[in-house]
DNA sequence: AAGTGGTCTAGACCACATG
DNA sequence: ATGTGGTCTAGACCACTTT
């Protein structure tokens, strides 16, 4: 895809130049020849690099650039289950539970499935830096991912996912809420009894629209903070 | 912009005839002549609800409905602060306290801007269906906004820079986290000493890119449940 | 008035899913 | 093989900001 590729182009452009906030970019006509492009196909580029919070564009005046007021925050936009994003940390994991159980009544309702099929459950514990990030309760639909085992529930799933079984994210929706911590889960994320935490209970579709994974996670409320922009349009 | 307007009809069609998860759309041509649009002017209609989490396509294969799986959660996509959202339900606010003031060092940190500059300040707490919902510390910049009064901060502040100042939102960063509530926020959420709370952190920017406007808001753990919808493209 | 981003079109071609 | 969504183009015109 032409636009993915000027998108990234001029994306690593700023990053590289280290531009501040707000500096202008060149005009659209002049980006268009110098990136070979079609002027539609520019602002399609330009329309990705806004929703990912690089850019900003204003009618009749320019292309500025859009930097995040503050850093070290975990983004919720992507997908990926952030193995890819946060490039400076080093997140790690370590698996606490691993079988195959028949979905709860909440997970029914999630799936919209039925009561009879059966889930691959595992619990892990993830990292930010040595530090605990987060427990995590994931159920994968065997309907859909019909293997799994240790070994790779302690790699990336989601990359063994795309690989061998050509099962991609296609959208997820997230529920958030804040609440108190169970004494389970306290005791997992080394927190005091009644301290809180950062729940959010994650649904994730294929691209053909079919609910596979179904991830509820607590966050360490010191150590996860996180981020999310907006636009207008 | 006529792609709004398709994209509008499109949505109250699915919305009016209530169809379920997955229903199928007709084709992107017959589309295009149903509302006497281009290709490329649905293509766009359709992207947006499929960003607003609508719709979801599937190359070679069609258009669906997508539906959220729970009900009743705070959308986080929008930057309207929600007065247009939520159409079933209640949102009342009371103004707390209003003044004229400094900023603090965080403030000068977010906004980027100088310590002398004047900011309106004004705390209010927020209902849902008479339940409480949040506690919101807000923060006008003077030099965007050069006039506010409690009146216009009891109705809609953002209504009131649209219509009259003809300010809009542009974009917006937010920033989450659980914590423990201040003695004082407690008091004001109605909650025990000690419960979490889901704070958000939130920077609105005009349309040309200028923050006016910092929104510090602390929200009821029991009351107040978030979700997202996202896309992997 | 000039320059910039935003919208819309018709049409060609590509990539994928399904029968 | 057919139909579907996805990409890309050149070009016309509109809306806004700046000088």
Redesign the pocket.
């Known amino acids: 895809?032409?636009?993915q590729e000027v998108a990234l182009a001029i994306e690593q452009s700023i990053r590289k130049q280290n531009l501040a906030q707000g500096t202008r970019?060149p005009?659209?006509?002049?980006l268009s020849t110098t990136y070979?492009?079609?002027?539609?196909?520019m602002?399609?580029a330009?329309a990705i690099l806004e929703g990912r919070g690089i850019i900003f564009?204003?009618?009749?005046?320019?292309?500025f650039v859009r930097l995040k007021a503050r850093d070290n925050y975990i983004p919720l936009t992507t997908n990926t289950g952030f193995t890819t994003d946060l490039g400076t940390h080093l997140i790690t994991a370590k698996l606490l539970e691993f079988k195959v159980q028949k979905p709860s009544e909440d997970l029914i309702r999630d799936f919209n499935c039925d009561p009879d099929e059966d889930f691959f459950f595992l619990k892990r514990k993830r990292y930010i830096d040595k530090k605990v990030l987060c427990i995590e309760n994931s159920y994968f639909r065997q309907k859909v991912v019909p293997y799994l085992n240790e070994e790779i529930a302690n790699e990336s799933i989601f990359g063994y996912l795309d690989k061998v079984l050509n099962l991609k994210v296609g959208f997820s929706d997230k529920y958030l809420q804040a609440n108190v911590l169970t004494e389970a889960e306290a005791k997992l994320l080394e927190l005091p009894l009644n301290a809180p935490g950062f729940y959010i209970d994650e649904l994730f579709y294929s691209?053909?629209g079919i609910p596979f994974d179904f991830s509820q996670n607590v966050y360490h409320y010191k150590n996860a903070h996180f981020f999310l922009q907006s636009i207008n349009k």
Chains 1, 2 share one sequence.
């Open positions: 895809m032409k636009y970019l005009s659209l006509s002049q070979d492009a079609s002027k539609t196909t602002v399609k330009l564009q204003v009618q009749g005046s320019g292309i691209t053909t």
